[in-house]
């Protein structure tokens, strides 16, 4: 009776315990395939959810690199499952013309507080050049004529992101078509020429947007200002909080998450879970970025970084597990 009772109670101990472990892993078996862009400045906030899906049980594919829009089209075709890296305000016609809220989801808000907008030397700021409205001038756009023609020379934005469309809307919304020049391109090196040649001391204007490293290189309130547009207007009738700190920017103040498509967050309860706590401080990218800016670009750095953040913040990552493994069961 004793060895029986003994080989029961053994039997149900094992038992117990293999659906523990499987509890702790509610995506094994399952491969999640990311989609995102392929600038290094993103890999780390990517890396931070790719590790906390790897420790839910998930196989993380490779991930998918290509420009934003196509970021959109690949997640509406059924061709990827998540991307961590949406833009709320900026990205959704990419997420409209992607199929929407009919076959995608936005989830969760990951960053807080994303800020885009137009800079200029502080030296030009404090002369008077405080609003984008006043590149009208012609007088005032010879000031950041960096090749001669007489227009002022904008460092923009990478054509097919989001911010082109806006850009490219106000130059004609605010009348600077034959003022200003937007030059578009790889945009680290349009940006690195930009702070050589403010380092020179030369006049210089261009678009960024936080969190990034360049706002650690040439620094709002101490290098470069952020300047002010004449109201605001965005492109296919967009509306949003445009202004920061008493200064409209002339983009909406934005937020960034999880878009996945909602067959993947169906199948994945846990996932899902982990989407929708997760959640980074922008400083913290910024300080990463920085590091990538830096000369630590290697993958193994970045991994070494995404190892440092958990580190030091290992209480707030551990309740996302255990809340995405609470809600696969």
């Not at 002022?152 to 004609?172: K, M």
């Not at 207007?233 to 103040?253: H, I, M, R, W």
């Not at 899902?272 to 910024?286: H, R, W």
Request: net charge negative; aromatic share 10%; with cysteine.
């Amino acid at each position: 009776m004793f060895k029986k009772t003994t080989i029961a109670t053994l039997m149900a101990g094992t038992m117990l315990a293999g659906a523990a472990f499987a509890g702790d892993t509610p995506g094994k078996g399952v491969t999640v395939r990311p989609v995102m862009q392929s600038y290094i400045e993103e890999f780390f906030q990517h890396r931070i959810l790719f590790s906390a899906l790897k420790d839910l049980g998930y196989e993380v594919a490779e991930p998918q690199e290509v420009e934003a829009q196509t970021v959109y089209l690949a997640l509406g075709t059924g061709d990827g499952d998540f991307t961590a890296m949406s833009w709320n305000k900026l990205h959704n016609t990419f997420f409209e013309e992607s199929g929407g809220d009919a076959v995608l989801e936005k989830v969760g808000t990951y960053i807080e507080g994303a800020l885009q907008g137009y800079l200029i030397s502080k030296s030009a700021y404090d002369a008077g050049v405080t609003n984008l409205g006043d590149l009208a001038k012609p007088e005032v756009a010879r000031m950041f004529d960096a090749d001669g023609d007489g227009l002022a020379d904008l460092a923009g934005c990478v054509p097919g992101w989001g911010c082109e469309r806006v850009i490219e809307h106000q130059l004609t919304e605010y009348g600077l078509r034959d003022t200003v020049a937007h030059n578009q391109g790889a945009y680290n090196a349009i940006i690195a020429d930009t702070i050589a040649r403010n380092a020179a001391g030369e006049n210089v204007l261009y678009y960024t947007w936080t969190p990034y490293w360049v706002s650690g290189a040439l620094v709002p309130g101490k290098d470069v200002e952020w300047l002010g547009v004449p109201y605001t207007s965005l492109p296919d009738g967009a509306t949003g909080q445009t202004e920061f700190n008493g200064k409209n920017l002339g983009f909406a103040v934005d937020s960034i998450g999880v878009v996945a498509t909602d067959e993947f967050l169906a199948a994945n309860p846990a996932a899902a879970k982990l989407f929708e706590l997760a959640k980074l401080d922008i400083n913290d990218i910024s300080a990463q970025n920085k590091k990538v800016a830096d000369g630590e670009d290697g993958s193994e750095a970045i991994d070494g970084h995404v190892s440092d953040w958990i580190a030091a913040h290992q209480a707030e990552y551990d309740s996302w597990l255990a809340a995405a493994r609470a809600a696969a069961n």
